[in-house]
């Protein structure tokens, strides 16, 4: 699999170590469709399975494989997914959550810290992805005209690979 970083937060360790210790702070909106949102418990995570591109969610800057850490400045880290559901609905519109990015391991086919990409630049990077006993450990989506990560399972093999959500993927098997 090439794939094409989404950001630079994700490219580098230290990079992605610094964007990963702070949370980011999002007050979002319901809109008629609701918030934009689904969620998944991953390894004792709650992340954004699903974030709608330029729904209320996106629009306040929550993107897909985001760990849910408060919901209106209450710890919800340890919740089970029902108590989370709870939770949300709870806090009705606007809606304040903190959220960090989540962090995955590096792998040895990613780029070192001391080649990150100046901001803005993509950067193509190659992983090859063996299929463990539960699956790859990824959903990806098509948004536009791009194949992309949508969910990366924290200790998959997707994420052992170094996929991150959002990355682009731009060929497979030396296919674009």
Not at 15 to 35: C, E, F, N, Q, S
Not at 82 to 91: D, F, R, S
């Amino acid at each position: 699999v090439r794939l094409q970083r989404s950001s630079t937060e994700r490219t580098a360790d230290h990079v992605t170590m610094a964007y990963a210790k702070a949370g980011r702070d999002l007050i979002i909106h319901r809109g008629p469709g609701g918030y934009g949102f689904n969620l998944a418990r991953i390894n004792e995570m709650n992340i954004f399975r699903v974030v709608d591109e330029g729904g209320p969610t996106w629009v306040a800057g929550g993107r897909p494989g985001d760990r849910i850490i408060e919901v209106a400045s209450q710890d919800v880290s340890d919740l089970t997914h029902g108590l989370l559901v709870q939770a949300i609905k709870a806090a009705g519109s606007p809606l304040k959550l903190q959220v960090v990015a989540m962090q995955q391991p590096a792998a040895a086919s990613a780029a070192p810290a001391t080649q990150a990409p100046r901001a803005g630049a993509v950067q193509p990077v190659s992983i090859m992805i063996n299929k463990g006993p539960k699956g790859f450990g990824m959903n990806l989506s098509r948004i536009g005209d791009d194949h992309v990560f949508r969910v990366v399972d924290p200790g998959g093999p997707a994420a052992g690979a170094g996929a991150h959500p959002g990355d682009i993927i731009v060929q497979v098997a030396g296919k674009d």
